[in-house]
């Protein structure tokens, strides 16, 4: 039943585009060719708590003047006044429907709650945790966010650390980037990170 499904938001509706029915959307997914080949989403009020509604898709297509949008044609929707009821909805997907992605790639979403934890130093993720309570691995925080590569920073992605409490240095937050000699284990299941943290990154961190 819909109650019951989990899904995953791919657009939102910005307002009717043309005169027959269609809706102009901002993408919110990575893979916005796909939308293409959809025959039915789900709609939902974006600010309200209402189930999602299933609904058949007529034509979608991805917007060759405006970046980063789409435009759908659902079923019995043909005119301006009919689109305008769908004004800043959500367009969903239910979550078992979204792309596979390779090993070592996650879905920011997935990130996104995990608890990290930092292991003892020369310690890996494979290596049997260890009895005393001083080597054992410590929380860390919890992951806010995750920045992405481009003009404002080059490199790795990277994981943004909501700290439980302030360090000693003062910051409330730390960057580590989403590498695997860093994060040596990431397990979306359970919502854990484990990382290494390179000697110095802490002071990369900490405020001027």
Known sequence: MTENRRFITVAHILRPRGNKGELAAQLLTDFPERLTTLQQVFLCNAKSSAVPQPITVKNCWLSQNHR??????????????????????????????????????????????????????????LSAWPSTSAETPSLLGVVSDVQFPGESFPGTPLLVIVLPKPSPSGETELLIPLAEDICTRIDTLTHRIDVLLPEGLRNLNAPD
């Open 68 to 125: 980063g949008q789409a435009v759908f044609h659902f079923e019995g929707v043909n005119s301006i006044s009919d689109a305008e009821k769908f004004r800043n909805f959500d367009v969903l997907l239910p979550i078992e429907h979204r792309v596979t992605l390779p090993a070592g790639h996650y879905f920011v979403a997935d990130l996104v709650g995990c608890s990290v934890f930092e292991l003892p130093p020369a310690k890996s993720a």
